[in-house]
């Protein structure tokens, strides 16, 4: 119990140093975001990975000054949700507003988040060529098979290191491009 952080910080660090070869794929979606001009800048997530993209969605906004979209609002997911189901509201959002020239990142741990598939599905559909994706757990999830080269993976079994790990670099781009 007494070396539980210190075990546990340094699990964390191993961790990220591990993931060194996304570096280049890091550079690569930044400085796709940072090209952005007009167009907008989409990042969607359930659960905590919902609470990272709205957190990264502002600083890009902010600091960056990327045009980002806010498809993470309570009431727009109730009433989507509500109307149309869980699985479609990324969907109805990036149909309702996105251009093929947008860029969408799609977060999920486990890489078989429903919405998250059917996102990534209209998307392509709609032409959008820049579709990311941030998962964890199974190196062949579904989400990560459907993003191929455009997919980040955090090899870990744990919730809170992937969630972790995809904020590190996604606050770690907003630091770069601001």
Request: glycine residues 6%.
């Amino acid at each position: 119990m007494k070396r539980f952080f210190d075990n546990y910080f340094l699990s964390f660090t191993d961790k990220i140093l591990e993931h060194k070869e996304t570096n280049p794929k890091l550079l690569e979606l930044a400085h796709k975001i940072k090209n952005l001009k007009k167009n907008k800048l989409y990042i969607f997530g359930n659960g905590g990975s919902l609470s990272i993209a709205n957190h990264v969605q502002l600083d890009f906004m902010n600091k960056c000054k990327i045009n980002t979209y806010q498809g993470n609002d309570a009431g727009l997911i109730s009433c989507f949700t509500n109307d149309y189901g869980y699985e479609n509201w990324i969907s109805l959002v990036l149909k309702k507003t996105a251009t093929n020239k947008d860029l969408v990142i799609l977060i999920s741990s486990s890489g078989k988040s429903k919405n998250m598939l059917k996102a990534f599905k209209t998307a392509n559909k709609m032409g959008i060529k820049n579709i990311y994706s941030l998962t964890g757990f199974n190196k062949s999830n579904p989400l990560k098979k459907m993003t191929k080269n455009k997919s980040l993976w955090v090899n870990s079994k744990s919730y809170n290191f992937i969630e972790n790990i995809h904020q590190i670099w996604l606050l770690a781009m907003v630091d770069y491009l601001s």
